[in-house]
């Protein structure tokens, strides 16, 4: 049962949203941009929020931790047929935000901005043929030189991940909140070659639209 929000108090908050994730990817020695289209997943998790002020600025510190989908999806061929392929890596997910209780009565809306650490422990990829049938498997993280070509593992790159996060929401009660956050990844998670950097640029993005409820 969701609890009454307390101004100036430290909240804990369980979150549950949806997002659409996918990556900027491109060719570093020709500067081509590999086509790739959102991809529908979700979040859960639980959030805390500290108030701080900051110059006389009431703001709030927000953290928590999450359990995040991510990826992306293209038109591809496997060699089998052409399809749509579906990549959805998971990840743990630590945010660190800083909100700005915009000034009004009731203080309804809020904006703010921050950063994420994120760590990928597993997934799943689904190839759906455009003439019918499937085929799936599970994603790795790891280097290009330590794959294992037979296996029926798709190598997402590196597992960790950190960026931006750029926030907006609506307190929609007492205790109720609604909150659209973008992000954007400055990691390159492209796999490694032997341990070394290849001319793939590959990073998270995406979009989450949430609804949290303080206990």
Same mark, same amino acid.
């Given at each position: 049962m969701c609890g009454l929000y307390a101004k100036g108090q430290v909240t804990v908050s369980i979150r549950a949203g949806f997002n659409a994730s996918k990556v900027a990817w491109k060719e570093t020695?020709? /500067?081509?941009?590999?086509?790739n289209r959102f991809n529908p997943g979700y979040q859960l998790g639980?959030?805390?929020? @500290? %108030?701080?002020?900051?110059?006389?600025?009431?703001l709030t510190l927000q953290t928590g931790l999450l359990y995040s989908t991510k990826g992306y999806r293209q038109r591809y061929d496997d060699g089998t047929?052409? /399809?749509i392929l579906c990549i959805n890596p998971y990840y743990v997910e630590l945010p660190l935000n800083i909100?700005?209780? @915009? %000034?009004?009565?009731?203080e309804r809306f809020f904006i703010g901005a921050?950063?994420?650490?994120?760590?990928?422990?597993g997934g799943q990829w689904v190839m759906k043929y455009n003439g019918g049938g499937w085929n799936n498997g599970t994603i790795e993280?790891?280097?290009?030189?330590d794959q294992n070509p037979n296996?029926?593992?798709f190598n997402y790159g590196r597992r960790t991940d950190l960026g931006i996060n750029l926030l907006a929401g609506m307190n929609i009660g007492p205790s109720l909140y609604?909150?659209?956050?973008?992000?954007?990844?400055?990691?390159?998670?492209a796999p490694l070659e032997n341990k070394k950097v290849t001319s793939e640029e590959f990073r998270n993005m995406g979009i989450n639209v949430a609804i949290g409820c303080h206990l």
């Open positions: 020695r020709n /500067g081509s941009t590999i086509k639980m959030t805390t929020d @500290i %108030p701080i002020t900051l110059n006389r600025y009431p047929g052409p /399809g909100l700005y209780n @915009i %000034p009004g009565d009731i921050g950063g994420y650490f994120a760590y990928g422990i993280y790891t280097d290009i030189s296996d029926n593992q609604l909150q659209l956050n973008g992000q954007i990844g400055l990691r390159n998670i």
